[in-house]
């Protein structure tokens, strides 16, 4: 292909596996129209088809089509004075004219989809994954590699049925993503490990030991980890489908469609069920037509979020924690560490006699904010037990020492008790928060700022300090009245709400400054950008 890629830009061997992870622009599988337009130019011949069904039977399988009065064929008559364009067909006997004209357009399309696949390159470098497109008016997106959020892979079903995978590359900006659709499941894989690895810092921390000659023993260790790494690799294949890591949490079938089932959307539906019924039998008949359309839409999206949540799984690898879910559409998406900007782990009330909890993450999706799918990346965890939480929040926090889990499960998520190391809202406040201002609290450490709140959905925040933003106080008249302050930590956007109400004054200015201190602090000595860099240099100094 042309504009070959400077030698400087050229990804080191040693850190891809892939061959098209070389540098040099490559195109998608090749039956990639197919899937992007050849499946709605099937859909367009069948709604045509249907629509002319009666005349295609007439005209190749007479014996099925309707019976016409042998007198007098009103159908055909009608067809032939319609002014419709088959009528012009028909009647002046031009099938063989019609036919090449049919032919032409396929033959069009054909091209079309032919150049546009053509058209469409990528190519990954060792500082970018770049995706050229367009026939007449030509695009070129970039996603920088130091910039990468994570690496998702999608299989819906008929991509699966061919072998077929789209990989999206996440932007740290909006509508930044970077798309290959399609290409083989194999080099699918293969591609998204080379991307990760790439985007790790490694090759910089080979670099950095190799660059001080007096470290033999520790370049020779490395070296040694990377032949045996890469030689597995070659061997085994990198994520295979044998090689799938178990899952650390595996949620039920039934606990799935239960917690569907018990939650304030299905309790809102029968309350409206029961409105229509009472409606109705009181003469109000419009309410059945309108409710018929609400039933059958919660319905498409209860099933749709119980199909999508199952076959749910969620592992640690060496680039970051591997999520996958999806029964139809298959979706692997894996979060390196330092992406996840805040968490909040929620429980209804109506899961409480269970003991179930769900955890939602912020996260830079790199879509735009009315893309229907964003919500999908930011369900860490559907439903489980106190249990699956502690498991899952370790995959996304690993730094927080263990010490501290204990007290996040027990003392965050439960509530408070005898020996509560939370900063609750003081008892003259109570009015502000009357249901939940004994749970209503926080605590800071050196990783973490923890938010507890609610009584009725129980919430607990959870602020990795290196990832804050800023930090605002905010105090309104009753507020002052009250000699209280609310607390609103900045983070991206997402489901998570960052913000506590009615803490004490004296104590909020002493959080604000040590909440700020921390996250200087962390934001100073993070390098979860470059996960592998730091474990590269320990290498190195061993």
């Known amino acids: 292909m042309t504009d070959p890629v400077p030698a400087h830009a050229v990804p080191p061997q040693s850190l891809v596996r892939s061959p098209l992870s070389d540098g040099e622009w ?87 989809f032919y150049m546009s696949w053509r058209f469409h390159t990528f190519r990954i470098t060792g500082d970018d994954v770049e995706v050229r497109s367009g026939i007449l008016f030509r695009t070129q997106r970039r996603a920088p590699l130091d910039r990468v959020q994570g690496v998702n892979l999608t299989r819906p079903m008929i991509a699966r049925l061919l072998g077929m995978a789209k990989l999206e590359v996440v932007g740290a900006g909006a509508d930044s993503n970077v798309k290959l659709e399609y290409l083989s499941t194999a080099n699918a894989e293969a591609v998204r490990a080379d991307i990760l690895r790439l985007a ?143 968490l909040e782990v929620t429980q209804p009330i109506l899961w409480r006699p269970a003991g179930w909890w769900m955890i939602r993450i912020n996260r830079l999706s790199g879509r735009s904010a009315t893309d229907a799918n964003t919500d999908q990346f930011t369900t860490a965890l559907p439903v489980g037990t106190a249990a699956d939480v502690e498991r899952v929040l370790r995959l996304l926090q690993p730094d927080v020492p263990d010490v501290e889990w204990p007290l996040v499960v027990q003392q965050g998520m439960l509530g408070p008790g005898a020996d509560d190391t939370f900063v609750n809202t003081p008892p003259r406040a ?73 803490i004490d004054r004296d104590v909020a200015l002493r959080l604000f400054a040590d909440a700020s201190r921390g996250a200087v602090l962390g934001a100073s000595g993070d390098r979860t950008h470059r996960w592998a860099q730091e474990a590269g240099a320990a290498e190195g100094r061993a």
Do not use: C, K
């Not at 009015?431 to 939940?436: E, F, K």
């Not at 309104?476 to 998570?496: F, I, K, T, Y």
């Open 200 to 342: 790790s810092g490694r090759r910089l921390a080979d670099a950095a030991a190799s660059a001080d000659p007096s470290r033999t023993d520790g370049r020779l260790a490395a070296l040694s980890h990377t032949v045996g790494r890469e030689l597995t690799g070659l061997i085994e294949g990198p994520e295979a489908p044998v090689e799938v890591p178990d899952s650390v949490v595996h949620i039920p079938v039934g606990r799935l469609v239960l917690s569907h089932i018990v939650s304030m959307s299905t309790v809102a539906l029968v309350l409206a069920t029961v409105a229509v019924i009472v409606g109705v039998s009181l003469g109000v008949t419009w309410l059945l037509f309108a409710f018929v359309p609400t039933l059958i839409g919660f319905a498409a999206y209860w099933v749709r979020s119980i199909v999508r949540s199952l076959r749910y799984s969620i592992a640690p690898t060496p680039d970051g924690v591997r999520i996958t879910f999806g029964l139809l559409t298959t979706i692997t998406e894996i979060v390196p560490p330092g992406r996840v900007h805040a």
């Open 430 to 502: 109570w009015w502000i928060r009357p249901l939940s201002y004994r749970r209503n609290g926080f605590r800071l450490t050196d990783d973490l700022l923890l938010l507890r709140r609610g009584l009725i959905w129980r919430r607990l925040g959870i602020l990795p300090l290196a990832r804050l933003q800023s930090i605002g106080l905010h105090q309104g008249p009753l507020d002052r009245a009250s000699r209280v302050a609310s607390l609103r930590p900045h983070v991206v956007a997402g489901p998570v709400y960052a913000g506590l109400a009615a």
């Open 26 to 112: 490559h195109r998608l599988h090749p039956l990639t129209p197919l899937l992007r337009g050849g499946l709605f130019l099937l859909v367009v011949i069948g709604i045509v088809i249907a629509n002319l069904r009666d005349r295609l039977l007439f005209l190749f399988l007479p014996g099925l089509a309707p019976s016409f009065d042998e007198d007098v064929p009103d159908d055909i008559v009608e067809w032939e004075t319609s002014g419709d364009p088959i009528d012009f067909v028909i009647a002046n006997n031009l099938y063989l004219v019609a036919a090449l004209a049919v032919l032409g357009v396929l033959l069009i399309i054909v091209a079309v």
